[in-house]
């Protein structure tokens, strides 16, 4: 045997401590690392839930507007179904301030300034039609919507009425000497983009940007067409400054970031570091190297949209304006942001880490290195039959030594007892190898419903699977047309179809009382086959055909199978028979299944069948010839039989105790023993369970013990007992166990 040298171990273990520390140094990292993932998408989120405030609290500023101007717009229109019949007190007060011009220069009594807007035009009053003058009064009748507007929109600075018709009304109210109509005003947006050709379908719309010519800065106009009936009249409109929007986005995330307000054209309306003027532009307020359109991005999701040169924006489309609300921020990168959650946390840490490993390092050594190699030196020499010099160890290790000296002991005492236990098993492999008959017993309920079809399927797969097995199909009662079907001689008392089975004739049972013929039948089929397929076609009374004739056969059977009639739509004689047949069949013993074989393709059932063989065109009546399983019926009798052929339990009983009674985690060997037995069976199952065993040197032990369970077929039974043997006797050794309980059948084997 090779000699163990200290470096052996030392190598392994610094080796073991160097992976140790760079594996927590991975994980730490990756944990620092998801930390910081996790705090970057939390202030993401927090970051867009405030986007998203702060851009609908924009958003319902913009609606004040858009409410007054639509009430405005309706009150307005709706003046004109029912106009004034005497003029106002305004109308009166009118007088003329130039050359074919006039105006509201003075305020007659009661009103005040604060009250009326100045409505100044061309034209002589004297003179007005009728139309012009009703018009006239209902520019007067918007005064106080104009005055509750200047009052209600903070940021507003002019509301005014501009008329097709050579005059404006405009609040609040200032002499004509400082503002009076002119024709340059149609030239204006606000009145330009309110006309029939530009906006057909009398919408609110906005205008540029622009400087007031009375000095209260940069502002933009919201302004809707007036029309009476189908007529376009003029405008109605708000002038409001920027301000009050400058104020909105720079208390958004002071220091962090940029957010601005444009409009369709790509005009910055707002933006927190830059003070507008009507030339002020988007373009000019994005960050150097980000790649944004000029005019504003998509504003399709409200989400965080990354740009190069390490730059983030997410943007808002008002749903009351065209403009956009966007805001744009330098990123942190990846390293920063880690360095930037820890500090100086992680390099102490690190350091840290360190000298623990250090000392843990010389502590495991001398606690555990030193007795392990030595340990390993006197299971070398006990593996040998030789002696270990003593050594001094640590005094917990002492009491592995002794036990591993009485080990090996009764290992050598048990060498003799497992020979012997060896021809036991021998003889359990013999017994293992006999055979259980396999009964299948096809029911139709009417003829033409391919019973026989199906049954011949039946025998013909058994025959190919158990080519050593005799198999057996019969028609009971006897069928007198069978031999027609099939072809044969009726004198025939058993018929060798090619496809490998016997066919059953031969009913001569003697003079025997009606309800015992069908089990002398079945003790005269059974000592001759192993594998049996019987049709019985149902006639008469349903309950007493089947107390008679079948009940006697159930005791054998291990599936029943239901041919479903195609005429059975609503399945009210499947049910009856099913019902009938459960009272007499256990169903740990006996499975029953219901199969529709389909006479054609539209077949239409209000039941659930088990197994439906599909419509098989040209299908070739079971003759004397050899025959193929079409593939959709092999399908569903292969299934049927695969299941009947597994009926046979093995069950490994895991113990989770090792030298007798020290508990121990056992869940390696039960994840083991169960890909074994799924290896050799086809799948395994586990439990748990508590049971107690008497021990030779410690009495009762009581112990939880975990089950493992496979189901297979009787010839993987035989062709794998031998090797589930052998696994027991290793997991026996390795567990340390006295003995391992093994289960086939329901039957216990100590091992």
Known sequence: MEKFETRQFTTRYNKIMLYTFLAVLLVSALLISIQAISEAKYKNNQLIEQFKTESIAIDNLIVRVTVLLDSMQNNAQDFFLNPRPTSSIYFNGLS???????????????YAIKDAGNLTGKGNVAEFTDDLKNEIEMAFSLNSAFKSTLQSVPNAAWVYYTSKNEFINIYPWVPSSDFKFTNKLYKKEFYTLGVPEVNPNRDIFWTSVYLDEAGKGTMVTAAKPIYRNNEFLGT???DFTLEELGNYVKEFRPGLGELSIINSSGQLLAHTNITLTDSSVFKS??????NIDAKGPSCDDLKLIQLNQGYQYICYQLKNAPWKVIYIEKTQSFVSSIFSSIGTVFIVLLASLAILLYFIKKITFREFIYPAESLVRHISREGVGGKTPNRVVPSAWVPWFSTISET???NRNLINEIKQKNTELTDLNIALERYMPKFILVVSLEQHCGATTIG???AGSLAKNHNDKKTVYMEYPANSLMSTEFGYDQSERVHKHPNGFDIWNDFDLGEVPEGAASSLLMTKILNQYANIVMHARVEGDIDHFIDVHLEPLFRYTKAIVIMVPNTDRLGEKTAAVVKSIQRHV???QTTLYTILNRANENIDLDMR??????????LPPVTRAAFNIPLPAAKV????VERIERVHQICIFIPTTINIDQPFDSTIYVNRTMVFLGEKFGGATSSQARGVWNSDDSGIVNEVVHLVVSYTTEDDLNRFANEVIEFIKLLKTELQQEAMALEINKKMILV
């Open 609 to 618: 069948v088990n197994f439906d063989v599909p419509y098989i065109a040209d």
């Open 236 to 238: 109605v409109a708000i």
């Open 637 to 640: 009798i292969n299934d049927i």
């Open 408 to 410: 090996f002991q009764q």
């Open 586 to 588: 256990r169903q740990d």
């Open 285 to 290: 307020a994005i960050p150097e190297g980000a």
């Open 456 to 458: 011949s399927y039946f």
């Open 96 to 110: 003329a301030i130039g050359v074919s011009e006039y105006g509201l220069d003075n305020i007659p009594s009661p």
